[in-house]
């Protein structure tokens, strides 16, 4: 009996002791073989040389990248040409992955792990902790591309710590002035339907504006069978601007994210909780007293947001373009034409020029960079190079010749009527585009050597024959060729221009800061805007005090000292 | 191995002697010993080893260098934390929807266990077990997606039933005020684990003995007699030892995740819990350390109340966990 004991304890213990011994030696293995397997595929040979410029993709080995970027889609089917044509042509396999939730947050568990991928979308946090190693040396060294393409902006790529380049910008190095024909920036976006109820009227100012609305909603309560919605703002996550950046633009200000800056001293001060934001909010308040405030704008998160967009019973909405894209492609290919936006730059009073539309600046604080767990940033750079030559931009952004466009006789690309619609088709771009990936990678923009421009939308001639017959009605009413010639000529950017990408440092005072206010903004402005209109005076000095115990000084300090320094090391000597 | 031989091995349990030496102990009950060793080790390696982080909590720790390698600002942190005017708010909050969760999730459990003991076909007492636990398998994002599904002022299940009802005239934000909010937790988390919860319950009752149900009777007990005198004392140890285990958790807000998913900006008030906080002033800007005080705050805190409730179980002569 006691001997039998013993024996199954034994045993029992035997297999415990066993069985954790495969366990931890099955996960030290798959370790190994998922970190190993970069450098033994590509093993031998190093040395196609990098100045084969000529033809770029030949220097690319087989290879797999990981990365991760902070877009949430659309998500390439696994079947996606584009990536089996990078696969075939280039060896190189992308293993994607795209953020869920949060982003801040998400970060912040892959630093504290260290769990970074190959390739990794821009993000302050990531530059603090050490995460992406300095680019300048590889780039010159390995990627003649985009060496010439940053060539111009090279010193505003610069850290203002240290001086290194951590991130490729994606958009904003133009060859040639920049021309656009869609406009993506922020504006009050208004629905296509309503200015034609009401026989295209010309408007500028927030009453005119929501006088259309509360017209349109009274004579349609609802529509396609749910309720109208006049007015909503998204506030979720880093997408605040829906909620707290109207005022600056009321106020004839461009961009600059929390701060207004006088473009001749250069000097930034707050205006959320000032005056000039205050009658924003009243008027939101007044809207909201009418029944043409969504009610759960501030409650909804960035999906909920979208499909709510996209149903099309959002008569209007201050918002950035780029930001509800998903939803207006849904909106085109359901066929609702007349439930798409137009962006008008609305102001306080008629003699404020607005500035809405900006020249565009190079996009600092984005697009990729290569992270520390990187084992080969040579193979990553020079792949990111062959990306940016012109026969990839073109396969990325026009797609295959003779599938997703025809040369002309002139030599200018352009589409037919069928192809057209295929593009607009959200499930067919899953499956053909590359467009998460494209987003995030540095592009030729303006116009190819050859003429052609830098995608289909800006193609003058292509532009024109895509517009729905709702589209031509309405540019036409306005008198206007494109959706940018809604916008005032923009002035020539401030040196230190845009506030909004200054790195504010992480765990600073001026961070800390940075999250109160916008904590605030996001729990009393809300408030305000859905309170009584009796009771919006004592909201809103509520809300002004509260302000005022924040170290406001902190954050002002350091975008201060980053414009300054702005304008002290990027102005052309 | 096998060829060893056995000593003799008593095989009924002996008291031990007074004169033992602790050695001799040790070597009588070696095998036990072996045998929680992989457990010993386990809560070395995983709760006791990474203990030393805590330094970070007294340093302003920055990702990408050593731990040595980092400023040390004593308490700054701390100081952070308790100072913050928002602080006091935080744990309000944290611990009000702890107390609800507890005590509703004590209350609906038992209450359940109790009913579903009392159905005497086992098919509808299965059936309902199986799908009142059912929700447990959910996780949290598809929970509070229902939620907030059926909270909503457009065609949500809540606001149509009370409309049609006639008890309120116009739909309510429910997720947008926040007197509401805790209530919401507290049903949400009723919701999702009470059938869960009551199959502890449940194993609990079925080991009552079923001789003190036929004195009861035949002392000319009822249904809720017996109940009150024999089925409840009978669970009350285990209900002890759960209370003692749950007061451990009540730093935790009853569960992270459904504050942060129900959420937003209107309802700040009341739904930030530690957790939150610290996630949007530690982890979201690059703070870690504050995460780590906050970490050592909580844990300080949960075992002070583990041994309260501990303490006062044995002064009420009840079960007890250490």
Redesign the interface.
């Known amino acids: 009996?006691?001997?039998r004991a013993?024996?199954t304890?034994?045993g029992l213990?035997m297999l415990?002791?066993a069985f954790?011994v495969v366990a931890s030696a099955c996960s030290k293995s798959s370790n190994n073989e998922s970190s190993s397997t970069s450098p033994s595929a590509s093993g031998s040979s190093p040395a196609a040389s990098p100045s084969e410029s000529g033809s770029p993709e030949a220097t690319v080995e087989p290879l797999t990248i990981s990365l991760f970027t902070a877009a949430t889609g659309p998500i390439p089917t696994d079947d996606n040409k584009i990536y089996k044509e990078i696969k075939e042509q280039l060896g190189v396999t992308l293993k994607e992955e795209y953020l869920v939730g949060?982003i801040?947050?998400k970060l912040?568990?892959m630093?504290?792990g260290?769990d970074y991928p190959d390739m990794i979308t821009a993000n302050a946090?990531l530059t603090?902790?050490?995460?992406v190693i300095p680019l300048e040396d590889l780039i010159e060294q390995h990627a003649p591309n985009l060496k010439k393409h940053y060539g111009k902006v090279w010193e505003q790529l610069k850290d203002p710590d240290d001086g290194h380049i951590y991130w490729m910008p994606n958009y904003g190095v133009y060859q040639g002035d920049f021309s656009s024909t869609e406009y993506y920036g922020p504006a009050f976006f208004i629905q296509k339907a309503v200015l034609k109820e009401f026989g295209y009227p010309k408007f500028k100012t927030l009453d005119e504006y929501f006088k259309l609305i509360e017209d349109y909603a009274a004579k349609y309560p609802e529509i396609d069978g749910?309720?109208t919605i006049g007015f909503t703002a998204l506030?979720f996550d880093w997408r605040d601007w829906g909620l707290r950046n109207a005022p600056q633009h009321l106020a004839g200000h461009p961009n600059d994210g929390g701060v207004l800056v006088d473009p001749v001293t250069n000097v930034a001060t707050l205006y959320s909780a000032t005056d000039t934001a205050k009658p924003y909010y009243k008027k939101l308040n007044d809207i909201n007293a009418k029944g043409l405030m969504d009610?759960?704008a501030?409650?909804q998160n960035y999906d909920q947001f979208l499909a709510k967009v996209s149903s099309g019973r959002v008569l209007g909405m201050f918002e950035q373009r780029w930001n509800f894209g998903q939803a207006h492609d849904s909106l085109v290919s359901q066929g609702k034409f007349e439930r798409t936006y137009v962006g008008f730059p609305l102001v306080y009073d008629m003699n404020t020029t607005d500035y809405y539309l900006d020249r565009p600046p190079i996009n600092l604080m984005n697009g990729f960079g290569i992270t520390v767990n990187a084992e080969d940033p040579v193979k990553i750079i020079k792949f990111i190079d062959t990306m940016l030559s012109e026969k990839w931009q073109k396969r990325l952004s026009w797609g295959e010749e003779g599938v997703d466009y025809l040369v002309g006789d002139n030599g200018l690309y352009y589409r037919t009527p069928e192809m057209r619609t295929q593009q607009e088709d959200v499930t067919w771009k899953q499956k053909f585009k590359a467009e998460s990936l494209w987003g995030y990678l540095p592009k030729l923009e303006g116009k190819y050597p050859d003429g052609n421009a830098d995608g289909a939308a800006n193609q003058p001639d292509e532009f024109f024959a895509n517009l729905k017959d709702i589209d031509k009605e309405v540019l036409s009413a306005y008198d206007r060729k494109t959706w940018t010639e809604f916008f005032s000529v923009p002035p020539d950017n401030r040196v230190s221009y845009p506030a909004w990408n200054i790195d504010l440092i992480?765990?600073s005072p001026a961070?800390?800061a940075?999250?109160k206010m916008k904590?605030l903004?996001?729990?009393l402005?809300?408030?305000a805007i859905?309170s009584k209109p009796e009771n919006f005076e004592s909201v809103w000095n509520d809300y002004v005090t509260q302000m005022g115990?924040v170290d406001t000084k902190a954050y002002l300090d350091r975008v201060n000292e980053q414009l300054k320094w702005r304008v002290e090391n990027w102005t052309s000597k | 191995?096998?060829r060893q031989t056995?000593p003799k091995?008593n095989?009924a349990p002996q008291p031990a002697r007074r004169t033992e030496s602790f050695w001799s102990r040790v070597i009588r009950q070696r095998?036990l010993i072996?045998?929680s060793f992989?457990m010993l080790l386990y809560v070395l390696v995983f709760a006791y080893a990474p203990i030393w982080g805590w330094l970070m909590a007294f340093q302003?720790y920055?990702?990408?260098?050593s731990i040595t390698n980092q400023t040390w600002v004593g308490l700054d942190q701390f100081r952070f934390l308790f100072l913050d005017?928002g602080f006091t708010r935080v744990l309000r909050n944290t611990i009000a929807m702890s107390l609800i969760s507890l005590i509703l999730g004590f209350v609906t459990a038992i209450g359940l266990a109790l009913l579903m003991n009392e159905i005497k076909k086992t098919g509808i007492k299965r059936l309902i077990q199986t799908i009142s636990y059912l929700p447990h398998f959910l996780s949290w994002v598809i929970v509070t997606g229902l939620v907030?599904m059926a909270l909503?002022?457009?065609g949500g299940i809540i606001n149509d039933v009370l409309m049609k009802l006639h008890i309120i005239k116009e739909p309510i934000?429910w997720?947008?005020e926040g007197k509401y909010f805790w209530g919401i937790v507290g049903m949400t988390n009723v919701w999702k684990e009470v059938g869960w919860n009551t199959i502890i319950y449940l194993a609990a009752i079925a080991s009552v003995d079923p001789s003190l149900y036929e004195a009861a009777e035949v002392d000319g007990a009822g249904r809720f007699r017996k109940i009150w005198n024999v089925t409840l004392p009978g669970i009350r140890p285990v209900i002890v030892i759960l209370l003692i285990m749950n007061v451990g958790w009540i730093l935790n807000g009853g569960g992270f995740d459904i504050q942060y998913f129900l959420g937003?900006?209107?309802v700040?008030?009341w739904s930030e819990t530690i957790d939150i906080f610290v996630?949007?002033?530690g982890?979201?800007?690059?703070?870690?350390s504050l995460g780590v005080a906050a970490g050592i705050f909580k844990t300080v805190v949960s075992i002070v109340l583990l041994y309260c409730a501990n303490t006062i179980a044995k002064r009420l002569g009840e079960e007890r966990l250490i």
Do not use: C, H, W
């Not at chain 2, 982890?283 to 870690?288: D, K, P, T, V």
């Open positions: 009996m006691g001997v013993r024996k304890a034994l213990l415990i002791l954790s949060d801040e947050q912040g568990v630093i504290a260290g946090k603090a902790a050490k995460a749910q309720p506030a009610k759960e501030f409650a992480e765990g961070k800390v940075n999250q904590d903004d996001f729990k402005l809300p408030r859905l115990k | 191995m096998t056995v091995m095989i095998q072996f045998m992989p302003s920055k990702p990408g260098f005017e907030s909503s002022t457009e934000l997720l947008g937003n900006g209107q700040l008030d996630l949007k002033y982890l979201r800007i690059g703070n870690y």
